[in-house]
């Protein structure tokens, strides 16, 4: 199973991904320098991704914490999620998603 990252240069990345893990830790596993400063706790939005339009759908909602920490982070789109909050399941193989400028 795979997620599909593209990095700020423009350049997909294809990433060996596990069921259970958070798709943060598929990019750093994959490694992509994403900084996710708090390690996953939702308290620092340096995870933040977009994730392809034909893909949001699949996602859960975020929740309230996630809604609040993206709203204090820049350059957020109707296609930000932080990746620390996504958690990979089969049914999410091939997902893509890019890198945010504040997330590298
Ligand atoms: S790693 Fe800090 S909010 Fe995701």
Redesign the pocket.
Known sequence: MHVYCTDLEGTTHELLATEGW?V?EIIREGGLP???????????????VYVDPSWKAKLPEPNEE?VA?LDGTFEVTADSR????LFFTPALDGLRIALAKGSV
């Open positions: 958070s943060m994403i900084l996710a400063q708090c390690g996953g706790s939702c308290a620092c939005a340096t995870c933040h996630e920490m932080l990746a620390c909050q």
